[in-house]
């Protein structure tokens, strides 16, 4: 994934996306996603693979998403895949307009939120349940390292029409990315815990990696906004 230094933020590429089920039908309920470190590392792509390069930079700001339908009944969540492809991301530290900042060359972890509440007011005092899929982690760029996913996102991404034109004119057929069998990771937020920041004093990547720990729910909520690996904005 890549957030270009001198351009507008992007879109995720490829968008996360997920099913949901076992709702109250006319419960509400708020979705969201968040971005969070995934170690405490940088890395750097040397003879075509991914190494670790040294300590991560200083963690950006941390944001919510929230899904622009919500607060919408568990009925409707359950009724079609659930996409947050309208999420963007960027590297400007100064961005003021409440997009997820990412530190490019380091590894991150998306996670998914279901919050039984009728007004985004009441996040910060709601239950909430979170869910990890290890398989989505990635790596932030400015630019592909890899010939490959270079690739990949021109016979998959909508917005990489320039790359797709082929010589009579016509487009190919976009293929229709899927993920393997994802595996669940649920927790039980409480009010009083808040996201831990790792104490590691290196930078090797840990043998089995815990996912990271859910969000506060603390009455400061973080700044919200509306609206895998390598991944770069569409």
């Known amino acids: 994934m890549a957030c270009p230094p001198s351009l507008p933020p ?3 590429f490829p968008p996360f996306k997920v099913r949901v089920s076992g709702l109250d ?4 309920y708020i979705l969201l996603m968040d971005i969070v470190a995934a170690d405490d590392c940088r890395y750097k792509f040397h003879n075509s693979r991914w190494m670790v390069a040294g300590k991560a930079d200083p963690e950006m700001p941390k944001r919510m998403y929230i899904h622009p339908d919500s607060p919408a009944t568990g009925e409707q969540w359950m009724a079609k895949p659930v996409a947050f492809h309208k999420l963007k991301l960027t590297n400007n530290i100064s961005d ?3 997009f997820t900042i990412l530190n490019s060359m380091h590894k991150y972890q998306p996670r998914f939120h279901i919050v039984r509440a009728n007004d985004i007011l009441k996040l910060p005092y709601s239950t909430f349940r979170t869910y990890v899929f ?3 982690d990635f790596i932030a760029v400015t630019a592909y390292q890899n010939d490959k ?3 990949l996102k021109i016979d998959n991404n909508p917005f990489a029409k320039g790359f797709r034109d082929t010589g ?3 487009r190919e057929k976009r293929k229709q990315l899927t993920l393997p069998t ?3 990771y649920e927790e039980h937020c409480k009010p009083e815990r808040d996201g831990a920041e790792s104490d590691a004093s290196s930078c090797d990547p ?6 990271p720990p859910s969000p506060s729910a603390a009455p400061s909520p973080l700044p919200l906004h509306r609206a895998r690996g390598e991944r770069r904005g569409g």
């Open 134 to 136: 290890p398989e989505t």
């Open 25 to 28: 039908k006319k419960a509400k």
């Open 149 to 151: 996913i270079t690739q």
């Open 168 to 170: 009579n004119g016509r």
């Open 206 to 211: 840990p043998p089995a990696r815990e996912p």
């Open 96 to 98: 003021k307009h409440g």
């Open 182 to 184: 994802l595996r669940l």
């Open 10 to 12: 992007r879109r995720m």
